[in-house]
Nanobody, 133 residues
Framework: QVHLVESGGGSVQAGESLKLSCALS??????????LAWFRQAPGKEREGVAA??????????HYTDSVKGRFTISQDNDKGTLDLQMNSLKPEDSAMYYC??????????????????????WGRGIQVAVSV
């Protein structure tokens, strides 16, 4: 059974950094051939894809939504079964509930843009990020 558990959220001031981590279990043999992503949803807004990651023949492929490019970095550790999101230069508009998502169909990440990453099967419960001015 697949489980995703997020950690690392919290409250920070604008300009500061946070690192979110997602512990994934249940993928056989590991997360090396999966599609992994972070999504977020702010109150009253639609869920938004933030970043996605896949490892293909040892090469990391990633996507980012335009608003976080250059500030956020997604990374996966296939041996540890973790997916991280390093968030730098945080802005108040980054405040949201952040969700880790995964799918064993890796091609869901092998798409043109972050907007094309959709319909992932497995989700964590989410973790709150609040950025104040």
């Amino acid at each position: 059974q697949v489980h995703l558990v997020e950690s690392g959220g919290g409250s920070v001031q604008a300009g500061e950094s946070l690192k979110l981590s997602c512990a994934l279990s249940g993928f056989n043999p590991n997360i090396a051939h999966t599609c992994l992503a972070w999504f977020r949803q702010a109150p009253g807004k639609e869920r938004e894809g933030v970043a996605a990651s896949a490892t293909v023949f040892g090469r990391a492929i990633s996507h980012y939504t335009d608003s976080v490019k250059g500030r956020f970095t997604i990374s996966q550790d296939n041996d540890k079964g973790t997916l991280d999101l390093q968030m730098n230069s945080l802005k108040p508009e980054d405040s949201a509930m952040y969700y880790c998502a995964a799918d064993s169909v890796q091609s869901k990440c092998l798409v043109a843009t972050m907007k094309d990453v959709r319909d992932l099967l497995h989700w964590g419960r989410g973790i709150q990020v609040a950025v104040s001015v």
